[in-house]
């Protein structure tokens, strides 16, 4: 949160400051105006939005944590609101939208319990007590499945996804992260390190695959060589894999003119001295029985036509992670110069395989039984389509890992939003007067999701939710708003869940965020040291974690890509 961090607050009676009523009032607005601008993007009906940048790019999109790493943000309290929202996204995956929806609604409630005098030291228990008893109530209410059902787990990842794609794409890419999930599972754990995933852009969304081990870009050019026939086979059986972390050519010499030669005579001397290196490169790596080299750096186009007439698979820039990769699940070791290697760093790989993917070479590295490991290969028309895909599943994945660890689901559709209201209407009957308000405001605030999720469909808002409060009276816990048939209709039936713990954390980031906004009752004008009145936020995120890009949807246009690719 760099509002404060870094800033130097200017004395009470600097121009731009702000004080009690009168600043709570302006950071609710700022509050509420973001959440009602994230509003309309919730659900599967939720409508795009398109966001210009200053300099002329646009976005559309109609996921929440899109948006809100996109949105240039200045308003302090709707900064500290989207930071907020953002690590919701960053631990859970998912109900990013929903965290800043509810907070807006508390926001609102909050302005009126304020003008009826009520303290904001008694909002904010109110709403920490209200809070305290969802989360308890969603612990005990929430529903245990079989998690070893794949099923069960594509249910869950079709709502991450629905909306987002159509319900075709929807159900292949849900089936696509199952799978990767199911691949490396160990009982109930999840570890993303043993997830690789590769985006090629071209073809369709629907040739995304999964493959079993490890997949390894080979770099474009070395379909450039003219093989030597019969060259390394397609597919290596029980191949010894030998890792070089290193190049495998001579830079000094073949770069930047380093030597100078002066007669025919010096040109052969110098020709005769790269044969000999190279030759030696190459004994070295068939003397220890390799089938195939992975390099970390170049690979001189001789070294590899000398390799494949060996009948020795050599592929050259491959990642040092996955470098790392290859090495545990081989159980070879990189050296740092082929002159180090001997049969002692090699290792062994069930199945070495080569696949291609539109214009894209890559290598399969797998054991018998599988490493282990598994490998996404994303494809879809553009570059933003498979960043955006990519991103998705990385939703499903952390989604996924939830439900795995806990086993545990809640109605989504509204529905879970109505059971915790009625829930906390009851209870609000059990406590003192003024902290009754605030609980019953809480309760209110969450009807904004089974309202908005109507809303978007074209349901009428008044009768949907009157239909759902009925009958959860009547103690039909999983009635939600089912839409794709616009119905209220029990949603479990339907598959519509969510993991428990993303809804625990939603709800709790959205009252962390409406408590802070509350919190404040001074504002004041800060200038920064640097002179940057806001400094970019940082997204911190846990070792193994998957959330690294945000980039791209499948409808954007002239966006340009700022980050790393793994491709
Ligand atoms: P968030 O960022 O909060 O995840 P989303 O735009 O993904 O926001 O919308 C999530 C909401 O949409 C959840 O309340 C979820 O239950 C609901 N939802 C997802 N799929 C369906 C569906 N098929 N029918 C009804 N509601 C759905
Ligand atoms: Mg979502």
């Known amino acids: 949160m760099t509002v404060t961090d870094r800033s130097r607050i200017l004395s009470p009676d600097s121009p731009g400051h702000v004080a009690g009523r009168d600043a709570q009032s302006a950071n609710i607005s700022a509050g509420q105006a973001l959440a009602e601008l994230l509003r309309t993007t919730l659900g599967p009906k939720g409508l795009d939005k398109m966001l210009v940048g200053t ?22 309290i709707a900064r500290v609101l989207a930071d907020v929202a953002s690590q919701q996204a960053d631990r859970v995956g998912d109900g990013t939208t929903t965290a800043v929806v509810v907070a807006g609604e508390l926001l609102a409630a909050a302005e009126d319990l304020l003008d009826r005098g009520l303290h904001p030291t008694t909002i904010m228990d109110g709403y920490h007590h209200a809070v305290q008893r969802a989360v308890e109530t969603l612990e005990n209410d929430a529903l245990v499945i079989d998690a070893s059902d794949p099923e069960r787990l594509r249910e869950v990842a079709r709502t991450v996804i629905t909306g987002k794609w159509d319900a075709s ?18 009982g109930q754990t999840v570890d993303f390190a043993k997830i690789t995933r590769k985006t090629a852009p071209g073809g369709s969304v629907f040739d995304t695959q ?97 390799l494949a007439a060996e009948g020795i698979l050599a592929v050259e820039r491959t990642r040092q992670d996955e470098l790392h990769k290859l090495g545990r699940a ?31 070479r890559f290598t399969v590295v797998r054991d018998a039984e599988g490493f282990d490991q598994a490998s996404l ?12 895909v990519k991103r998705l599943l990385d939703d ?12 545990r689901v809640v109605p989504g559709g509204g529905a879970t939003e109505a059971h915790l209201a009625r829930v906390l209407r009851d209870d609000a009957a059990s406590v003192p007067r003024r902290d009754q308000l605030a609980i019953e405001a ?24 009157l239909e759902l409060r009925t009958r959860h009276h009547r103690g039909e816990r999983r009635a939600g708003l089912a839409l794709d048939t616009g119905t209220v209709t029990d949603v479990v039936d339907r ?20 408590n802070l906004v509350l919190r404040i009752d001074d504002v004041a004008a800060a200038a920064s040291p640097d002179g940057d009145g806001h400094g970019e936020t940082d997204h911190a995120h846990g070792p193994g974690e998957l959330v690294e890009s945000t980039e791209g949807y499948p409808w954007a246009v002239g966006h340009s890509m700022s980050h790393d690719h793994d491709h």
């Open 55 to 76: 300099d002329g790019k646009v976005v559309v999109t109609n996921d929440g944590a899109s948006m809100l790493d996109r949105l240039d943000i200045d308003q302090p």
């Open 377 to 388: 290969l994303v494809r879809g028309g553009t570059e933003h389509v498979v960043e955006e």
């Open 442 to 465: 809480f309760a209110d605030a969450l009807d904004v999701i089974p309202r908005t999720l109507a809303e978007t469909a074209g349901l009428d808002p008044v009768d949907t939710l």
């Open 210 to 306: 999964v493959f079993d081990g490890l997949l390894i870009d080979m770099a474009e050019s070395s379909t450039d060589v003219v093989s030597p026939d019969p060259g390394p086979p397609r597919r290596i059986e029980d191949a010894t894999v030998a890792l070089v972390d290193d190049q495998l050519t001579i830079e000094t010499v073949t770069g930047q003119g380093a030597v100078t030669v002066d007669s025919p005579a010096q040109l052969d001397a110098f020709r005769a001295y790269e044969d000999e290196v190279y030759a030696s490169q190459v004994d070295r790596i068939a003397g220890v029985g390799a089938d195939v080299v992975f390099c970390q750096k170049s690979i001189d186009d001789r070294v590899r036509y000398l």
């Open 396 to 407: 499903c994945f952390h989604v996924l890992r939830l439900v795995v660890e806990e086993g």
């Open 330 to 360: 081989t159980g070879a070791r990189p050296v740092a110069s082929v002159d180090e290697l001997t049969t002692a760093e090699t290792g062994q790989a069930g199945v070495v395989e080569q696949q291609t993917a539109g214009p894209h």
């Open 495 to 514: 598959g519509v869940v969510e993991p428990a713990a993303v809804k625990q954390r939603a709800l709790r980031s959205a009252a962390e965020a409406a």
């Open 169 to 186: 794409a929807t159900a292949f890419l849900a089936a696509r992260a199952v799978e990767t999930v199911q691949a490396i599972r160990d």
